[in-house]
């Protein structure tokens, strides 16, 4: 943050002493004025060496290198002016990209301000607030529904409904019984219960992650400003010219015009505001890119790596289909079952009860209710007998045999109801695939992603289940977030690697990808914070759509800096032969800066629905649309 609030003091001096220095300039007072634009200048030169001789110590040279001979040039010739001018450009650049810096910056805080930090205790026959860093073993914590559990521990109470997906990638919740290990990341999805700490906060399960993640981005290999891939034959260009000019006509005056000339503002301009305009763009679609750089590597994905529960799936249970028996149809037993589910607080059961609200049904208060806590109910709904849970309990309370019950399916729950002693029918609840998750797989292979895999830590047959007929290149299951994070590593010896998760479990992976994007809107903080690109929607299709707005904005960068490089390269052979002084440069390089920086905000208007439309023919060569992507 101080690095991003120093450019704008930078740019700010640079634009006062350029505006200062022109107010006496055009009042008579030519001295004063030189002196005011050295004072502008020499700022902006010092930051600019200091920057120089860090990259050069890493074994890095960018274009900085040319902006730095110009201005210094410029000041010793007596060219203040010109050098003010440069200044200028340059200063502006390096604040245009530290602006989306800052920006990205600014809404990852306001994202993860909602991160609780603090616990609930018992201490001395009180409930009280604490910081996790004050949670020591064998502390008894409360952890409401809803809650996370911040530390791992032993279950205190008689059972407890727990939402595992973020750790594990399992969708449907797991039920605990007292004793048993619970893992820090872990969300309580039933009722409250007490949890006896194992360990402190800093050597949980879930900080035992962040510290990996922290490992994984220092293994991420740094990518390189792409102003700077064509730094070395521009300068080499540069100094031929310059040098050239110099020693024919022996006047330093030209050699200094040739490098005003040659100031690549078309780059240090263009492209920062080519990318900027994209972030913005992609902002406004829901995709949060977390700087220029991830945008750069965003256009350039070849692999995706993509995780199941929350990203492919929606992450919850949700009804598929209902099998019906006797004489109710499925909207009936859909309707009793919903009716009876009202007084439970479990996931399936909520699930169930959203199902028939979402298909209109009118429910009926329930009266006689008595659950059996992680299997089933029963009660009176309009004056039958209702039985609602898993098929052994409604086996068992309604007499049935064993041999009657219908298997289980992986990936799936069988919820059975039984209407007054009789079986009712079922209700099939899974974790179901994302709408149009196909299209949206066809989608990214159209534009450019050659290999797609999926990475989960749920069962391995349920991966296959939820993903059969999506045409993935590959399916690893069962996966630790180590196993994440070494399939990332293996993936990007074959090209840049792109991994979407939304767990606690995806965050060392997302680290170490060449671009991590977090599914935000609800997915886990340590997984928004460790990834380069935020969906700050829960809509999967927007990661089209962001590809598709980076790799817009990339080639209107690469536009800007073909034209900008051409038309600087004629400015610097008719500033070598005489014909323009280093002012005139200057104002030459102003208009050329001009055209591509206008050129380079056509990024703004990237409509990503309209490039999916082009981008991907089917084979009777119709346009195919993506749902979802104009905006």
Sequence with gaps: MFHNRLKTILFAIAA??????????????????????TAGVLPILAALIFDIARSLAKGEIGLDIVAALSMSAALIFGETLAAAVVALMYAGGTFLESFAEGRAWREMQSLLSRVARTATLYRDGLLQEVPLEEIIPNDLLLIRQGEVAPVDGTLESAQAMLDQAALTGEAMPVRLARGMQVMSGVTNAGAAFNLRTTRPEADSTYAGIVRLVEVAQKSKAPMARLADRYSMLFLAVTV?????????TGDPIRAVAVLVVATPCPLILAVPAALVAGLSRAARLGVLIKGAKPLEAMARITTLIVDKTGTLTIGHPQLVSITSKGAFGDAEILRLAASLD??????VAEAVVAAAQSRGARLSVPTEVIEAPGEGLAGVV?????????????????????????????????VAVAVDGKPAGQLVMADALRSGTAELLAGLRRNGVARIVLATGDRSAVAEVVTHGLGLDAVHADLSPDDKLRLVLSEREGGPVMMVGDGVNDAPALAAADVGVAMGARGAAASAEAADVVLLVDRLDRLLAGILVARGARRIAVQSVVAGIGLSVAGMVAAAFGYLTPVQGAVLQEVIDVAVILNALRALRIEPGRTAKMAGRDDTGQATTLHGLAS
Aim: hydrophobic share 60%; with cysteine; glycine share 12%.
């Design 16 to 37: 006062l002493g350029l505006i200062c220095g022109g107010v006496l300039w055009l009042a008579g007072i030519a001295d004063l004025a030189a002196w005011v634009w």
């Design 240 to 248: 031929a010219l310059a040098t050239a000019a110099w020693w024919f």
């Design 342 to 347: 009202q007084a439970s607080q479990h996931p």
């Design 382 to 414: 309009d004056g039958r007998r209702v039985v609602v849970g898993g098929t052994k309990f409604v086996a068992a309370q309604i007499g049935l045999a064993a041999s009657d019950e219908i298997p289980q399916v992986a990936g799936a729950v069988l």
